[in-house]
């Protein structure tokens, strides 16, 4: 009965990893490195399902076949269980870090507990100190089972710390995922090491799996890759919301940003320069504007913050804020180009407003007026 169960657990949990790895394949951005590692996990995850669902089945039946399955499956697995958790720690890594910009001592750090785990494995051969059957094909744990279970640690505590320590680098609606997702096997985990026969890790890591992709998804519909600001899908549906709903006390407040001479900064000093003008432009952005306002990339080298406000005043001062901080920052000269806004921005009048389109074609009207000016046109 309780082997029934497992192995339904372990089909539920197959079906679930299936069906995720075939859905990445419409994902715009399955062929980003971050996104490549996550289809590899889930793959990994897979076959780790697999092979500890042969285990569970085989162990205790007797047999020369019986004998050469359940070693080998199992030399196998041990073997291979830590590469998932390298790739989540891997993973977390390359959602703040770009894949150039990981040292070669954070690579060496991930690999070396799957070569340590490896080499323990194949020594396990000649003194079952970690694991080994009994002549009736029976597992057991042996003295020194628990060093298994510390290189797994190793690679949840890298990852919460890494994640932790870097939350601000990246918005929190990336960062959550990753840490909920460590919660399941976290506890499953403790629960095997103490309990014998319970056997629930690789099926909850499904569940972390469903936790991740999820906020991947969520990422793509709604997000810009680059900035990770919200993108012009949002926009929309926030201006239809507000057409329909009105916060009491507070009025609506479009602000349209448009950066200057961006295109000379690409062809001065190339499109690497100009990507990161942008991710510079929308931190400065979120440094100048509150955490509930609505930061959007419109589209190329143009930004909408969507606020509510009391009055127009409280906008201004937002506005000579964002003029302070974008001063702030070419004085600390961390690019070879100076970061300027052309800004327009006015009330959303929802009474009298036609539309959303009406209303946008406005604010890049102002913001063009605030440019030429700026030029003395």
């Known amino acids: 009965m309780r082997d029934l169960l497992y192995i339904e657990i372990c089909a539920f949990a197959l079906v679930i990893l299936v069906l995720m790895y075939f859905n990445m394949r419409y994902l715009q951005e399955k062929f980003l490195l971050r996104q490549k590692l996550f289809a ?21 039946k007797t047999g020369f076949a019986a004998t050469i399955i359940i070693e080998g499956t199992t030399l196998l697995y041990v073997i291979i269980s830590p590469l998932f958790f390298m790739m989540f720690a891997l993973y977390s890594t390359l959602l703040i870090r770009d894949r150039h910009s990981i040292g070669k001592k954070t690579v060496l750090f991930l690999i070396l507990p799957v070569l340590v785990n490896t080499v323990l494995t194949i020594l396990n051969l000649f003194g079952g100190f970690l694991f080994h059957y009994d002549r009736h094909n029976v597992y057991h744990r042996g ?43 976290l506890v499953c985990g403790i629960l095997q090491l103490f309990y014998y026969g319970l ?12 936790i991740i992709f999820m906020g991947i998804q969520n990422g793509h519909l709604y997000t810009d890759y680059l900035t990770g600001l919200y993108n012009r899908r949002q926009i929309d549906y926030y201006l239809e919301e507000r057409l329909r709903v009105r916060k009491k006390g507070m009025i609506p407040i479009g602000v349209m940003l448009d950066l200057d001479h961006f295109k000379m900064i690409n062809d001065t000093y190339g499109h690497t320069t100009g990507d990161q003008v942008l991710v510079e432009a929308a931190q400065i952005l979120k440094a100048s504007f509150r955490k509930s306002d609505m930061i959007c990339r419109y589209g190329g080298d143009e930004f909408i913050v969507l606020i509510d406000r009391k009055n127009g005043a409280e906008a201004e001062a937002d506005i000579v804020r964002l003029r302070e901080n974008v001063q ?7 690019l070879p180009c100076e970061i300027r806004f052309s800004i327009g921005y006015e009330i959303f009048d929802i009474e009298n407003q036609n539309s ?22």
Not at 199 to 210: A, C, G, K, R
Not at 328 to 334: I, M, P, T
């Open 328 to 334: 702030k920052y070419n004085e600390k000269k961390k």
């Open 356 to 377: 959303t389109k009406e209303y946008l074609e406005r604010l890049d009207a102002l913001m063009y007026e605030d440019k030429r000016s700026s030029r003395g046109e």
């Open 40 to 60: 590899l996990m889930i793959l990994t995850l897979a076959v780790n399902l697999v092979l500890d669902t042969i285990v569970w089945l085989i162990d205790g």
């Open 143 to 185: 003295k020194y089972f628990f060093l298994i279970s510390l290189i797994w640690l190793i690679y949840a505590v890298y990852s919460f710390i890494f994640l932790v320590s870097n939350r601000r680098k990246v918005p929190t609606r990336h960062i959550f995922p990753l840490l909920a997702a460590m919660i399941p096997p």
């Open 199 to 210: 056997d629930l890790v690789w099926p909850s890591l499904t569940i972390s799996m469903q």
